[in-house]
């Protein structure tokens, strides 16, 4: 109990933010169902809120279908093809996202290392069509059943000159309720390449849930 309460107090002590950045915080819910042995389908709505004012800033619902390539002693490899549907304030019309997912996981011991390459185009969002190019490395920690602390960092690629490059950095921690129910609570920090002032602080709550 004490070694959970000091990991609990260390997480909490890194949510400190610049009150200059602007502050959003995101929920999902991501629901799982198995097909088969290798291939899964996912549903996924979310929403996510400017803290300054509390209004939403994105609503959104992503359906996709996972198959794992392969699973044995060098990690595991699956591949995922997925939409998004997109509700903006003052917006008539949804925003839509089409994306492509490449994962692989390796546990070594007590860690398990994660990298996720995702490439997607979205239409409706903003006065241009949003096309990037994403990885996203992840390294957790697995010594606990229940909680389970990792840290992340991200490169989002623009793939023309109207797409801004971004950095996001995350720390965080997930927690095993059962073999079905887990809780991601995350700190994220976001950065613009191109325009250093545009910053983003965004606070995390993800539920998974398998069907």
Do not use: A
């Not at 169902?33 to 959104?60: A, C, M, V, W």
């Not at 917006?91 to 007590?110: A, D, E, N, V």
């Amino acid at each position: 109990m004490n070694k959970f309460f000091f990991h609990c107090t260390l997480f909490f002590s890194f949510f400190v933010f610049s009150q200059n950045n602007e502050i959003e915080l995101w929920g999902k819910m991501n629901f799982k169902d198995k097909i088969n042995k290798n291939l899964f389908f996912s549903l996924e709505p979310g929403s996510r809120y400017n803290l300054d004012n509390f209004f939403f800033t994105k609503q959104f619902l992503d359906i996709s279908l996972e198959h794992y390539i392969y699973k044995g002693h060098l990690g595991e490899l699956s591949f995922e093809i997925g939409g998004r549907l997109t509700k903006m304030p003052n917006q008539r019309r949804l925003g839509k996202r089409q994306y492509l997912t490449t994962y692989y996981s390796k546990k070594i011991q007590k860690f398990n290392i994660s990298w996720r390459s995702r490439l997607f185009f979205e239409q409706n969002i903003t006065n241009y069509n949003r096309q990037y190019f994403r990885n996203k490395y992840t390294f957790q920690y697995n010594k606990y059943d229940f909680f389970r602390p990792f840290i992340d960092g991200e490169y989002l690629y623009g793939l023309n000159s109207e797409n801004v490059n971004k950095f996001r950095y995350s720390l965080g921690s997930s927690f095993r309720f059962s073999k079905k129910t887990t809780i991601k609570i995350f700190y994220r920090l976001q950065n613009s390449e191109e325009i250093i002032q545009k910053k983003k602080t965004i606070f995390g709550v993800y539920l998974t849930q398998k069907l």
